[in-house]
């Protein structure tokens, strides 16, 4: 793949979040589908979905911005 698809080792703080943001809400929707699943219980799945999602949600935020600072693997335009 060409740098213009890939991007470069540093991406913008804007990107990161949006990525986050989109990856996030379709894992809170699989989340709440499978708890509610197991527990058949509306209330649960959702009190499941949303803490296991904030929790998750800043966990990969800080990891996607570590990725970011490295340079290993990536190209730079």
Do not use: C, P
Request: charged share 15%; hydrophobic share 50%; no cysteine.
């Amino acid at each position: 793949m060409s740098d213009s698809l890939l991007g470069g080792a540093n991406q913008r703080l804007s990107r990161s979040v949006a990525k986050t943001l989109g990856y996030r809400v379709l894992m809170l929707a699989i989340t709440i589908t499978v708890a509610f699943a197991v527990t058949d219980d509306v209330v649960a799945a959702l009190n499941i979905g949303v803490i296991t999602n904030v929790v998750k949600t800043g966990t990969y935020f800080g990891y996607e911005r570590l990725w970011a600072r490295i340079s290993w693997g990536a190209t730079s335009a």
